[in-house]
C-alpha cells in the first residue's frame, strides 16, 4: 500500500510540474535594453521553422554575459500562434546552477506570413553569467501562452555567418554580423 502511495504522489508531481516548465524558476535572468552593451559581440543565432513556426534568436555576448534579439513568426494558418522557448543554466552564488532555467521568449506572433514577416523580439541582456543556451519553436495562443514546443532544442553554435534583410531594425547592427 505504501509503494501504491508513492508512486502515486511521484506521479501527481510530474503531471503536476509539466505546466511549470515554461517558467520554472521564479527568479527573473533578464533585464530589457534599448541595444545591446557595446561590450558584446555576435555570437550566432538558434533558430528553427517547425510546424508553422519560425524562432531565431540572435545573440551578443561577453565571456558568459549574453544578450538576445530575434524574431518569431507564424507561417502556417492552422489556428496556433508562434512563440519560442529558451533554456539555459545560470552562474549564481560561485557555481553553475546545475539545472535548466525556461523562459518563454516575450512575444508572439499570430498574422500568418513568411518567416520574416513575423514580431521582433526585442533586446534583452543576462543579469547572470549563463552557459548552454538553446531554444526550440512552441505553438502558442493568442495570448502568447505556450501551448506546446517542438521536441528539438536548438543549440547556440559558434557563427560567424551574416545575418542581414532578417527584418531586424538597423539599430542592432551586431545582429547583422557589422
Not at 20 to 38: E, F, L, M, N, R
Not at 55 to 72: A, K, P, T, V, Y
Not at 107 to 115: E, L, Q, R, V
Not at 131 to 157: F, K, P, Q, T, V
Amino acid at each position: 500500500m505504501r509503494r501504491i502511495l508513492f508512486a502515486f504522489i511521484a506521479a501527481m508531481g510530474l503531471v503536476l510540474g509539466l505546466p511549470g516548465a515554461a517558467s520554472a524558476h521564479s527568479t527573473d535572468d533578464w533585464y530589457t535594453a534599448d541595444k545591446p552593451p557595446a561590450d558584446h559581440t555576435f555570437a550566432g543565432c538558434t533558430l528553427s521553422h517547425v510546424s508553422g513556426v519560425y524562432q531565431e534568436l540572435c545573440w551578443g555576448r561577453n565571456g558568459n554575459w549574453f544578450s538576445m534579439d530575434g524574431l518569431i513568426s507564424d507561417t502556417v494558418t492552422d489556428g496556433y500562434c508562434a512563440t519560442a522557448q529558451l533554456r539555459y543554466e545560470i552562474y549564481e552564488n560561485g557555481a553553475w546552477a546545475g539545472h535548466w532555467h525556461y523562459r518563454k521568449v516575450p512575444g508572439h506572433d499570430c498574422t500568418t506570413g513568411g518567416p520574416y514577416d513575423g514580431v521582433f523580439v526585442g533586446e534583452f541582456v543576462s543579469k547572470y553569467p549563463i552557459r548552454n543556451i538553446s531554444s526550440r519553436a512552441c505553438h502558442a495562443d493568442s495570448n502568447g501562452a505556450i501551448i506546446h514546443c517542438e521536441s528539438n532544442w536548438h543549440a547556440l553554435a559558434q557563427s560567424t555567418a551574416r545575418h542581414e534583410d532578417h527584418g531586424r531594425p538597423m539599430e542592432h547592427p551586431w545582429v547583422n554580423g557589422e
